[in-house]
Structures are given as structure tokens and as C-alpha cells.
């Protein structure tokens, strides 16, 4: 909210390790040696098998959980000054949603801790429910949701506020095609107005690509940034998943998913 | 070590600023003994006397230990009927709450006439009467509600009642369980203490208070509060003693 | 017997959550009906164990001194207070009963606020649980024969502004202390059962703590409120019947309970009378909590409700 | 044993003749009361140590028959409960004098309550042992090998001090055990001996029905051992009031016209059995009619006579008391006080002052011809 | 477990109707007239948009919940019957762990059900853990995995035992591409090494093509079967992903899903 430090860098991970149990018989090294730099307006997604520390990376920026080692800095700050200054908007890998709340009021709930008015948040929610086709479950509960319904009132919550930089785990993971890619464009939309940076996790190489200026890709125990793919497709229409550039830059992940060093760069922290 | 050594000083340092502030407030508003002893008074007449202390204490334990027992198993099988066959619950429910509000002053007497005043099972009965209710609420709530998924799953294995019963339900009720104990076993002691009021063998730490308040010799009937107190704390210690190690995950979740 | 809350529910997991207001009222009545059937099959249990009584010999005794018939009890009821008045027995523990209720609901209220506070305190700072707990469960230790002369005591002592203390307060006061110990360890524990992910989606929006308390933990824990406020409410009735045995206070059922009591040895059903309104001041409670349940649990998904 | 039936033997003449005439008394008190000049009444507050019954026959008489207005006193009286600690009341400021009994009382003192006996209302011990007459219990000396009830909460002294005296080993001759403050166990004969007081559960017993007869039980269906005549009587029912406040004339005033105004009213009580048993039902105890008589005409037993003058403290009684109390132990080792009162725990200049007013009036204090009534208990005390 | 009629149908489904909140204002069609049957050893994907009844219809044929109208049978028998007898299996779109349970312990679950001796299903369950490559985790709490572990814990939970019919929702949701394909393949090796049928729910097409016999459009509000699309590919391998058929049976379901009905075939119950 305040005054924060201009800066051209959005997120910026250096050595970043997370041990879950340490010295403990069922130690788990999530995360090993991370250095990742996110510019401003960038839009990076994470990729890689399950359990290789994505979602770890993740509440690490958020400053949900501490890194072992390493550190974090959001917007030029420390992550903890850039949570507590709401510098983020986070969308889970789990719905999360509270079930005594009526969906509508679940898409209000940041907007009411920010505390806008009950007539602003109720518009600006039924705004966002509107967008992800959920207004006619305004007033149903969360328990009586699909599951991609879940999941899409969590992405509209995550969307409420309009913070410079979102965290997005899997938040398209239980949607089908055709929404997915309604969802896609939304998001792109959405980027392209505000200029926000995105972090965005997915198991989709073809979304990764899509949507993004670069993936970084990741190898699981210890979690560590194997390949950072760049895709350079320029504004994305309707015809850029036809387009060859495309499928290379999904070939290239992939490939760097199987773990073959092919066209892809090495990346090291700094150098992008 | 560290970490233990953090998790004791809080109560210590609160207990004795407490003390001290008791103890002052005697000593600066002139408080007579009748009216409220000083910690000085309480603590002379305790360790003056450790061995009537700790065999009074022990007397009215053994009641309340007694009571808690029977009465946490009377809670787990009420609950468990009544998480089974809605009758139960339907039924019980309202008696448990109706017996529930009954003081133990009220109780005390007709138990007593009941079952032979010279025993102890009138006062361990009583003891069985609060204990069972804060167990039985609780336990039931824990069976009761469960996520409905995880139900859905073990009907898709056709598990029967008495499988869902132990392999979800019972499980769930596990942190209701320890939330319904540590009510009840401080309760026990305050039970078993009070049921000594009316009668019977006069051992215990009840009768004990009774007659030294009866004397205004609060310093005393103090010191036996004291040891109650202690009795109490004791019997909390070893309900969270047991639920770390049985139930380790309760609680877990919530450390990131 | 049925079996309706076993795994068969799972069918439809989630019946009915918006009740008319018909359809509660519906269920309120059966439940009384269930509270009912459950007092006839005491009575019945109550004269089958004096009857066996009569034929074996059990481990207590059975004896029309120790457990009246019940029909002496209703008898009871009808009966003149004291001869020659004419307000029944009935009458009075009625009259006795509503006196007591409403001090207990004040006992009741005040008990579950700082239950409540105190939870909040020992969540927030986990140095205070650590610290207050013990001190907590202590307070429940100290008998009340200790404590009454000292409430009452100190009581006299306060008059804030026009308001003088009275006895009536000290009753308040004894029923929110055994009031508020159930609910203080329940609302602790009920704090602290929201999931892992709502907490960092709160901690995501640096939620302040009052926040996160009101949005999330407070809504969360009610599992755990519902069950200790249960028993808080029990916890306040008998504060209240027992303060008033204490403190002699006149009007309400624990003054009944002594003034019956005298006449165990001659008539020692009269006892069971007042003792019946302790119940029914109990059962009142509970359905009232209930009713409350009812209300807060109406939006969450549920299968049956204890 | 003077009080070991049910029905008394005298028989008092049914009409309150004694008495110039109730209205005649109120009367001159009204006089006395003119000469004091009483423009405001002043509030005073007594604390019982239990809730309303004959046992207070005489303070609720003097309220109700307006003795204290007329001493220019508007009292409230407040109602004990089983942790109401009457003495403590008084000491705290709570009320302005109490109800307890004498032991009580000085243990109270020890511990710091600053308070003096200015009444000794009740010139003999209540206490019972009641057993059934099968039982051969007549003395103390009986107990040896019975089952011993007694209520604790400090009523258990007097037991243990005639089992003392009789020469037993109270942890050692006798099986003691506590006793409800109801009869049953006795009844149920679980115990061989119940304590009891002579206005209370004594009646209760007989209130009871006989299941062998079908009819009540009767007094000759049991012993009593009467702690009086055990010589370990201790003094009860007194009026306390505050040392410390006593230091002020205006205390003293006031404590002096309380004092004569409550033993007016066990003076009206002692010749109005039956109206003193009516208005303490009407101030709200529930007690039967014939067990709320009964309790008038024995507490009027142990009030009367009293050869001193009512409310006089016999030195050699209240000696007896304190020996008792400094020398018994309890089951736990302890006694009731550890060091004799000193000479200010009590005085009878207040209550002398009130016989020597009250004569003035015309009125016995000494209660010489005393006579109590005969009362016959109904099942359960109706 | 006991003698069940012999019939080569394994799901038989006529008029299921499945109407929430009935009469309420928040009354929800979740599935109308639907009229599906599935033969034995035959492998049907549901694929549809986000809630258009999908595990709602799995749900009901597990008999976890009942139709408002139409019935259901299984394996010749009804449905609650079919359950009673274990005729089936079911992974569920939520993990559903016990986190009182470790890993292990969690695929033991049906196992115990069963009434296994503890060394067996010890052993069946460290076996299946291998399958979902989870073996390091078996003394885990399924709270300390990841969501694409937790999922491949429930999927070897499902498979434990060895039931005629497997009900599957959207397993493979939170996977990565390439654990993904390798569940895929074990499930098909599974299915042709014990002849199971499946239903299998997913929003993926190519995977729904790759896996199944027929693949089963849904669409919703209220949720009906729009088509039903025939899959013939011969025995899976490798080269099935780059066959022409492949694509083609790819586009229909695609274009069946947007709405066209080009290339697909609207399906009457019995007449498939
Ligand atoms: N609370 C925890 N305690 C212990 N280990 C944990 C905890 N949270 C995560 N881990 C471990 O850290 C590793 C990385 O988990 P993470 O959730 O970041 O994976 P992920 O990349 O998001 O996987 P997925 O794609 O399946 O969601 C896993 O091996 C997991 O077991
Ligand atoms: N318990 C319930 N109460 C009310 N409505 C429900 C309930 N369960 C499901 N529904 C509704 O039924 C419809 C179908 O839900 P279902 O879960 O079957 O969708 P789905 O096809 O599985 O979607 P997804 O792909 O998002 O999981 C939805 O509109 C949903 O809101
Ligand atoms: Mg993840
Ligand atoms: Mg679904």
C-alpha cells in the first residue's frame, strides 16, 4: 500500500532451501539451492513432477512457510513486509474455501479484510463470479460446488484484489478444456491491463507455454531448477497454439522434463 | 531441554507473581486470617504437615481416578451407541443433559442413601455422573462429524456401521476425546473432593476442607486446596501426557 | 433399533441444510418428544430395579427410603408446599425453577464470554496457554466451600455506582466460574482446528489476528463450541443451584433442594421433587444450546447433529 | 435425661396468660421507645447461620412484633447457607451481628475475626445421639464397638469429647463415620448412633414412618444420650457483634437496644409458642406445621430456663466450652482453638442491661416457671 | 464376493435423474435422463465441462447416492446390492485420506476392510506404493505429501483391491504429464491383465481417448449425454499418441464438446 522501493524485479529467490523434518528419519528436502529472479510484469510458470517442490517454492515466496536457508525478496522487500503489505494475491493448490460462507461471500472475503464496502465488495464479487461463468452459484454453498467449480470461486477470490504480483498453484488443474482456455485468456486479459507479474504452477505444458514468458522447470528430491525454457510468442491469439514457435517451446519443456538437455538454457539467477 | 525448560516458566512466572501479589495484598491491607489466609499461612500448614497431605490427596485421587475411569468408559460406550442408533442419541442426549445439571450436592445425598454411606461408591458413583457428561458430549460431536467424503469412501467399500465406527469415525472423535478429558479430569477431583461433604469415611481432602473451614481454619483448609489443586494438575498433565502419545497428529496440521 | 446414523446417511450427506422455519420447529418437537420418551424409560427402569430389588438382593439399596416410587414423587407435586398454603409443591419448584434459570443464563453468558476470551488469549499467545492453562484448571480444584465466603465476602464490598452488590450476583458469579472452564478448553481447542490451508490463505492476506479470528477461527472451531458450550450450560445450572445452597439465597431451586432436603428422613420423595427441577432447569438449558447449534451450524454441511 | 421424649411433660396453660398481653408489652415498649426519641430508624442487618426457622424464632418475633422498631431499629435479616460463615459476615463488615455458636465462633476469633458475645441466647447444648433402643446406647460409655455418626464441619466435637471423657479411644473404641444431615442411615441401620439436634432431626425421626408398625416411630422406639447431661456441652446459639466497632458509643447504643430487643422476642416466643411458630411460616419457611412447633417449643427448651436471665453467660458453662474446645481433637488431630480467648470474647454487660430494661417492663427474663407446650409431630412433620 | 448373475453388462443405467435441493430455490439439476451402459471389460471416459454431473453420475452408480428417478444397475444387480458386494472401486475426486493413517496405512485401508492378514497387505500396499513410485513416503502422514502425491496415494488405494469395476474421477488430475502417462499405461496394463471395466472421469481429451473404448460427452445445466464417441485404436503403445486415429477420435470428442455434432455419434442406451 505504502511506498515501496521502485524496482524492476518482482520476485528474487537466492539459495533458497527448504528441509521438511530435519533430522528427523523422515527428512524431506523440498527444495535445494533455488535461484530464481521474476521481473516485473513477467509472467514464469513452474513445471515439473509431483512433489518436486513447486508448491513449496511457492508459500515460500508468499511467506507462508521459511526457507532452511536462502532468501526471499518481493517487490524489493522482504517477503514477510511484502505479505504483510498484501504485495500478493495467492491462489491455492486445495480450494480452501470456508464452508459457512456462501460462494459470493468466499469471493468477498479478501475485499472485506481490505475493508471495501458491503455494496463495492458485493458488485466487485459477483464481477469476478460472472467471469468465471459461477453467478448463478452466488448464494449456493461451497459444499454443493463441483469440483472445478471449487476450484474456479478459489481462482475468482484470488483475483478480488489487485495486487502487483500473483501466485497461482495448479489454480486451472480440475477445469476442463474449453473453460480452461476461457480461464487462460481471462488471465492473460487481465495481465495485459494491470501489468501484474505471475508466478503460476502447472502439470499442463501446453498452458505453461501459452501463457507464459518463461517456464522454469524442476527436478524433484532435492527440488532443484533444472532448465529455464524462454518462449517468445508475442501476444497471444487465437491462433498462437498453432503456431511452430509454439510447439517448439512445448517440445523444448518437455523435453527438459524428460530431463535431455536439448534446446533448452541452463539458467542461473542474475543472468535473467 | 530448552524447549521444555520455555514451556514451564510461563505458568511459574504467572504463579508467582500471583502469589506475591496475594501475599502482599495481606500484608499491606492487614487481611486477617479468617477472611484470607497468605500464601506464607498456606504454604506452612502444607509443608508442615506433607504426609496428611499427600494421604488425604491420595484417598480422594483414588475416588476421582475411579470415577474418571467409569465414567470416560460409560462416555465412549453411551457415545458410541448413540453415534450408532439415533435412538440412542436421541434418547440419551436429553437424559445426560438433564442428569448433567443435577449438583452434586443434590446427588450426593440420594446416592448416598442409596448404596452404603460407609463405602466409597456413593462418592465414586458421583464422580461417574460429571465425568461421563463433557465426555460424552464431546466424543459424540467427534464421531459424529466426520467429512462427508471420507464417509462416501468407506460406503464405496461397504464398510458396516461397526467398521466405519473404527476405522473413521473413532479416529475423528480422537481430538474430541482429549478435548472432553482434560474437562473431566479436573472435574473428577472436584467431584470426588465434594461428595465428601455428606458423609462417609472422612480421609479424604473433602472432608478435610470441610472441617477445617468449618474451624475457620482457612490456613489449613487452604493448605488441603492446595494438595487438590495439585491432585487436579496432576490428573491434567497425565491426560495430555496420554494424548501426545497416542493421538500424535492431532494438532500437527497446524505447524507450517 | 435403527441404524439411520451409521454409514446410511452417506447417501444423502448433505439433506435438507435450509430448514424452514416449520421444519425446525418440527424437529424441536420431536427432540422434546425424545426427551420425553427418555424420562418414561427411566421411570420404568427406576420401578424395574426397585422391583427387582424386592426379589434379589442388589449391591444397593432398594428401599422406599432411599428410592421412592415414582407415583409418590408425582404425588409429591400436588401436594401444598406447607399445609395449609396453596401454592403445590409443583408450584414452587416451577416458580423456583424459572428464578434460577434466569440468574444461571447470566451466569451462563458471562461464563461462555470469558471461556471465550480466554481461549482467544491462550491461542493468540501461545506463552499464555502455557502460562494460564494450568492455572485454569487449577481454579476448577478449589472447592467452592473455600471460595463462597470469600465471593461473598469481597461481593459485599462492591457497590458500583447505584448498583449494589447482592447475594443474586454472588449466585451469578459462582455459575460463571464453573461456567466458563468448558468452554475456555473447548473454544481453545476448537481455535485451533482450522485447516493448515485456511490459515495461510488468511496469512496470505496478512490477515490481522482479530481477523483471522472472527473469519475464520471463530466459525471453524464451532464443532468444538457447540459441545463445550453443552456443558458450560450444565456447568452454569449447577452453579447456580449449588451457589444458592451455598449462600442461602431465596427464590430459586437450590434453596428448594435444602428446604426439601431437611425432609429426607420423613418424606423422601420430597427431595426428588426439587431435584426434578434441577433437571428440568437442565434439560431447558440444553435445549436452549441446541436451539443455538441449530442456528450456527444451519449453513455448514452436516450429517446429524448431536 | 430431661429432653428424652417427644411429648414434654408439662403442661402449659394454652392461653398466653404469662404474658401481660402481647399488646400490653408492645405498649410499653412503644414508651420506652417514645423516651429515646426515635425520629429515623436505624438499619441494622443480622446475619443467621442458616435459613429461616424456629431455631430464629426469637429475632423474626422481635422483627415481626415490632420490638426492634420500637427500639428504633429497622433490621434486615439475612439467611445463612452452607458456606455462609456468619462470624466472617460480621467481621467483614457484612452485617451488623451474627448468629453462631460459641466454638464456631472463637475458632473465627483466633484466626482474627474481631468479634464478642453480647447474647448467649441458647443456655444448653441441642446435641443429640439418637439410637434405637435395641441398641442399649444410653452414655457415652455405650459407644464402645457401635457405629458413630457424626456430621463433621465441626459439629463432631461434643461426640468426640464424651467419648473422650467416657474413657474410649476415639480413633481406636468406636468406628466413627460422617453422617448425612439426614436420619437414614440411622433408620437404615447402617450406623448404630446418629448425631442430631433436639429441634431438628430428632423430630425427624419421629416424623418417619416405622415400616415394622406402619405408623410413626415413637420415642420410646429410641435412646438418646443428651451431651448436657455428658457434662461436654458446648454453648451455641449467641449474638456476636463487632469488637471493634464496639469502641464506638454509637455502636454500643445500637447493640444494647438489639440485644434487649431480640431477647424481648424469645421472652414473647417462650409464652407464644405457637404464634412465633406461625410467623416464622409466614416469613417463608417451608418446614411442616407440627415440626415448625416442635422446633419452637425445644429451642424454647434451650433457651429457658435461664436462671442468669436470658442471654446471661454462665462463667462455668462458658469455661466448659472453652476447655472443650481447646482439648478435643477431631479424627485429623486438631482442635478447635489452640489457646484459651481472652476475657473480651465475651461480656454480659449488654445483656444484663436488656434483663434489668425488660424486668422494668414487667416482663419474666429468667424464665423460672417456665413450662414448655406439648406438641404432637405429624408424618412428615405436617 | 458371492455368486453374481453372469451378464455382459456392467453398468446399466435407464432415466437416471438426479435433482438437488429439490423445491428449494437453490434446486440444481445435476443429471436428466441419463441412459448409459457399459459392458464388460469395456473402458468409458465421462468428459464434460465443469459440473455438469460428472461425479454426481459416478456417485450415483456407486450408490453413494440416490437418483431422483431412473435406476441403476451393476453387474446385473442394483446398484446398493453391486456395493454391498464390493463389485466396485472407487477413486475419488478428493484424495479423502486418513491423517491419522500413514501412507501405507491409508492404502491398507480396503485391504483391512477385507479382513487381509497384516503381512499381505502390507506387502499389496508397499507394492502399489512402488506402482505410484510413493514407496519412500509409506511412513509419511498424508499431510506431509504433496497434492499430486496425496492423489497417487488414494489411486493406489483404489486399485488395492481387486474389484470387477473400477469408478475413477478425474485420478490423474494433479499429476505431471509424464507420471501421468505412466499411470495411464499401468492402468491399462492393469485393465488387460484382469479384463476390470472402467468409468473413468477426466477433462482431458487426449487422455480420454488414449484410455477409453467410448468416450462420453456431457454437457450441463442440466447435466445430459450430448454424444458418445466410439474409440478404436487397438492395443495402446507408444505410437497410439501419434496415430491419425488417434487425432481424429481426438477432434471429435473435441468438436462434440464445443457443441457440434460433426464426426460423433448421439448414443441411445442399448443401442451401444
Ligand atoms: N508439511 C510438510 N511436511 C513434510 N514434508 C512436506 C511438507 N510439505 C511438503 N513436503 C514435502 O516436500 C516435497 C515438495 O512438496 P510440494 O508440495 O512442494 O510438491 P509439488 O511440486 O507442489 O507437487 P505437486 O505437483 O504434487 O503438488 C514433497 O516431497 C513433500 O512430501
Ligand atoms: N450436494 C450437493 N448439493 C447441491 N448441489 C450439488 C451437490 N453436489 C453437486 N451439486 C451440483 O450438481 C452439479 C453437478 O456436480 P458434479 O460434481 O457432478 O459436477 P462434475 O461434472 O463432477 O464437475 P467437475 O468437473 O467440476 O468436478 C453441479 O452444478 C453442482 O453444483
Ligand atoms: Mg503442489
Ligand atoms: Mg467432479
Tied chains: 1, 5.
Aim: glycine content about 8%; some cysteine.
Amino acid at each position: 500500500m505504502s511506498a515501496a522501493p521502485t524496482s524492476t524485479v518482482a520476485v528474487q529467490a537466492a539459495g533458497v532451501s527448504k528441509v521438511f523434518n530435519e533430522g528427523l528419519a523422515n527428512e524431506v528436502t523440498a527444495l535445494q539451492d533455488i535461484d530464481l529472479s521474476v521481473r516485473e510484469g513477467e509472467f514464469v510458470s513452474l513445471i515439473g513432477p509431483s512433489g518436486c517442490g513447486k508448491s513449496t517454492l511457492l508459500r515460500v515466496i508468499a511467506d507462508l512457510t521459511h526457507p532452511t536457508q536462502g532468501t526471499i525478496e518481493v517487490a524489493g522487500m522482504p517477503a514477510a513486509a511484502a505479505r504483510e503489505q498484501q504485495r500478493y494475491g495467492m491462489a491455492f493448490q486445495q480450494a480452501a474455501l470456508f464452508d459457512w460462507r456462501t460462494v459470493r461471500r468466499n469471493v468477498e472475503l479478501p475485499l472485506e479484510l481490505q475493508g471495501w464496502s458491503k455494496d463495492r465488495r458485493q458488485a466487485r464479487a459477483m464481477e469476478l463470479l460472472e467471469m468465471v461463468q459461477l453467478a448463478d452459484f452466488a448464494s449456493h454453498r461451497p459444499w454443493e460446488l463441483s469440483g472445478g467449480m471449487q476450484q474456479r470461486v478459489a481462482i475468482a477470490r484470488s483475483l478480488a484484489v489487485d495486487p502487483p504480483l500473483l501466485l497461482m498453484d495448479e489454480p486451472f488443474g480440475a477445469l476442463d478444456e474449453m473453460t480452461r482456455e476461457r480461464m487462460q485468456n481471462e488471465l492473460l486479459r487481465i495481465r495485459e491491463e494491470t501489468g501484474k507479474s505471475i508466478i503460476f504452477v502447472t502439470h499442463s505444458i501446453p498452458e505453461a507455454v501459452y501463457l507464459s514468458d518463461r517456464v522454469v522447470v524442476m527436478s524433484p528430491r532435492p527440488g532443484r531448477i533444472t532448465h529455464v525454457v524462454p518462449v517468445d510468442l508475442g501476444p497471444r491469439n487465437e491462433d498462437t497454439r498453432e503456431a511452430d514457435a509454439f510447439f517448439d517451446a512445448v517440445t523444448a519443456v518437455r523435453e527438459a522434463l524428460r530431463g535431455h538437455g536439448g534446446g533448452t538454457v541452463r539458467a542461473k539467477a542474475g543472468e535473467v | 531441554m530448552g524447549g521444555r525448560l520455555r514451556s514451564v516458566w510461563p505458568p511459574l512466572l504467572i504463579g508467582f507473581l500471583f502469589l506475591a501479589a496475594w501475599q502482599l495484598l495481606v500484608i499491606v491491607q492487614d487481611l486477617k486470617p479468617y477472611l484470607l489466609p497468605a500464601p506464607s499461612l498456606i504454604a506452612s500448614n502444607f509443608f508442615g504437615d506433607l504426609g496428611l497431605m499427600s494421604s488425604t490427596a491420595i484417598y480422594t485421587g483414588t475416588t476421582a481416578l475411579l470415577g474418571l475411569a467409569f465414567g470416560t468408559i460409560l462416555g465412549i460406550v453411551a457415545a458410541l451407541l448413540a453415534a450408532r442408533f439415533s435412538i440412542v442419541n436421541n434418547i440419551v442426549t436429553p437424559l445426560a443433559a438433564g442428569l448433567a445439571a443435577v449438583p452434586i450436592i443434590a446427588l450426593t445425598p440420594i446416592l448416598n442413601n442409596m448404596f452404603n454411606i460407609t463405602s466409597r461408591t456413593p462418592r465414586v458413583l458421583v464422580t461417574v455422573i460429571i465425568v461421563f457428561f463433557p465426555m460424552f458430549v464431546n466424543i459424540t460431536r467427534g464421531l459424529l462429524q466426520v467429512q462427508p467424503v471420507q464417509l462416501e469412501l468407506m460406503r464405496s467399500m461397504n464398510a458396516s456401521p461397526r467398521t466405519v465406527l473404527r476405522i473413521l469415525r473413532i479416529p475423528n472423535a480422537v481430538p474430541f476425546f482429549f478435548t472432553g478429558l482434560k474437562v473431566a479430569a479436573p472435574l473428577a477431583v472436584i467431584a470426588a473432593l465434594v461428595a465428601e461433604y455428606f458423609g462417609g469415611p472422612q480421609e479424604g481432602l473433602g472432608s478435610r476442607i470441610a472441617s477445617s473451614a468449618a474451624n475457620t481454619a482457612y490456613g489449613r483448609a487452604w493448605a488441603y486446596v492446595v494438595a487438590s489443586i495439585i491432585l487436579g494438575l496432576l490428573f491434567y498433565l497425565a491426560v495430555l501426557a496420554v494424548e501426545r502419545w497416542t493421538a500424535p497428529w492431532v494438532g500437527h496440521r497446524r505447524s507450517t | 433399533m435403527t441404524e439411520d446414523s451409521g454409514v446410511q446417511v452417506a447417501s444423502e450427506p448433505r439433506p435438507g441444510r435450509q430448514g424452514t422455519v416449520g421444519r425446525r420447529f418440527r424437529r424441536g418437537l420431536t427432540g422434546v418428544l425424545w426427551a420425553l420418551a427418555g424420562m418414561l424409560l427411566t421411570v420404568l427402569m427406576w420401578e424395574l430395579v426397585k422391583l427387582v430389588g424386592t426379589i434379589v438382593s442388589l449391591p444397593f439399596t432398594t428401599s422406599d427410603q432411599a428410592m421412592p416410587h415414582v407415583w409418590t414423587m408425582v404425588q409429591g407435586f400436588g401436594q401444598p408446599e406447607v399445609r395449609g398454603s396453596d401454592t403445590t409443591v409443583l408450584q414452587a419448584v416451577v416458580s423456583a425453577a424459572a428464578y434460577s434459570l434466569l440468574v444461571a443464563l447470566g451466569g451462563f453468558v458471562i461464563g461462555v464470554g470469558v471461556g471465550l476470551l480466554l481461549a482467544i488469549v491462550m491461542q493468540r499467545f501461545a506463552f499464555m496457554e502455557r502460562g494460564l492453562l494450568p492455572f485454569v484448571i487449577a481454579s476448577q480444584t478449589v472447592p467452592l466451600i473455600a471460595l463462597a465466603p470469600l465471593i461473598t465476602g469481597i461481593g459485599n464490598r462492591i457497590s458500583i455506582g447505584p448498583i449494589q452488590w447482592n447475594t443474586t450476583y454472588s449466585v451469578m458469579f459462582i455459575a460463571a466460574y464453573l461456567a466458563f472452564f468448558p468452554m475456555s478448553v473447548g473454544a481453545l481447542r476448537g481455535l485451533q482446528a482450522p485447516t493448515a490451508t485456511s490459515l495461510e490463505l488468511m496469512r496470505s492476506y496478512a490477515a490481522n489476528p482479530r481477523q483471522v479470528l472472527w473469519k475464520l477461527r471463530f466459525p471453524a472451531s464451532l464443532p468444538y463450541l457447540v459441545p463445550a458450550m453443552k456443558v458450560s450450560a450444565a456447568a452454569a445450572v449447577v452453579g447456580t443451584v449449588v451457589a444458592e445452597i451455598s449462600t442461602g439465597v431465596r427464590g430459586g431451586i437450590g434453596r428448594l433442594i435444602i428446604e426439601y432436603a431437611r425432609e429426607t428422613t420423613s418424606q423422601p420423595a420430597k427431595v426428588y421433587v426439587a431435584v426434578f427441577g434441577a433437571i428440568a432447569l437442565g434439560l431447558v438449558a440444553a435445549g436452549l444450546v441446541t436451539a443455538l447449534d441449530v442456528y450456527l451450524t444451519r449453513n455448514l454441511p452436516k450429517e446429524s447433529t448431536a | 435425661t430431661s429432653s428424652d421424649s417427644g411429648t414434654a411433660e408439662s403442661s402449659a396453660a394454652p392461653e398466653p396468660s404469662l404474658f401481660a398481653s402481647s399488646a400490653a408489652a408492645s405498649a410499653m415498649a412503644e414508651e420506652s421507645a417514645m423516651a429515646t426519641e426515635c425520629t429515623e430508624l436505624t438499619p441494622v442487618t443480622l446475619q443467621l447461620q442458616w435459613v429461616v426457622q424456629a431455631q430464629f424464632g426469637g429475632y423474626y418475633a422481635a422483627k415481626d412484633k415490632g420490638f426492634y422498631e420500637n427500639q428504633c431499629l429497622d433490621v434486615t435479616i439475612l439467611e445463612g447457607g452452607v458456606d455462609i460463615v456468619p462470624q466472617t459476615v460480621l467481621a467483614q463488615g457484612g452485617a451488623d451481628f451474627a448468629i453462631s455458636w460459641v466454638p464456631k465462633a472463637l475458632a473465627s476469633r483466633e484466626q482474627g475475626a474481631g468479634i464478642v458475645n453480647v447474647a448467649q441466647v441458647f443456655q444448653r447444648s441441642g446435641t443429640l445421639q439418637v439410637s434405637f433402643a435395641d441398641k442399649g446406647i444410653t452414655s457415652a460409655a455405650d459407644f464402645k464397638g457401635k457405629k458413630i455418626g457424626n456430621w463433621g464441619f465441626g459439629n463432631e466435637y461434643e461426640v468426640f469429647a464424651a467419648i473422650s471423657k467416657a474413657g474410649l479411644d476415639p480413633s481406636a473404641d468406636v468406628e466413627l463415620f460422617q453422617q448425612q444431615f439426614d436420619m437414614q442411615a440411622l433408620l437404615n441401620g447402617e450406623i448404630d448412633a446418629a448425631e442430631a439436634m433436639t429441634y431438628n432431626e430428632y423430630a425427624q425421626v419421629l416424623e418417619a414412618i416405622n415400616p415394622d408398625t406402619g405408623a410413626l416411630y415413637q420415642p420410646e422406639d429410641f435412646n438418646v444420650v443428651n451431651y448436657n447431661d455428658e457434662g461436654v456441652a458446648m454453648y451455641q446459639d449467641a449474638i456476636w457483634a463487632s469488637e471493634e466497632r464496639l469502641a464506638d458509643p454509637a455502636y454500643q447504643d445500637i447493640t444494647q437496644r438489639f440485644v434487649q430487643a431480640s431477647l424481648m422476642g424469645w421472652v414473647y416466643c417462650r409464652d407464644n409458642a405457637q404464634e412465633c411458630a406461625d410467623i416464622i411460616t409466614a416469613n417463608g419457611s417451608k418446614l411442616g406445621a407440627s415440626h415448625q412447633l416442635w422446633m419452637m417449643n425445644e429451642v424454647n427448651k434451650l433457651v429457658w430456663p435461664s436462671p442468669a436471665g436470658v442471654g446471661v453467660i454462665d462463667q462455668a458453662l462458658w469455661d466448659q466450652t472453652v476447655n472443650v474446645a481447646l482439648n478435643t481433637k477431631n479424627l485429623e488431630g486438631a482442635t478447635i482453638i489452640t489457646a484459651a480467648p481472652p476475657a473480651e470474647a465475651f461480656t454480659n454487660q449488654y445483656a444484663e442491661a436488656a434483663n434489668a430494661a425488660l424486668q422494668a417492663e414487667g416482663l419474666n427474663t429468667t424464665g423460672d416457671d417456665f413450662a414448655p407446650i406439648e406438641v404432637t409431630l405429624n408424618e412428615g412433620g405436617n
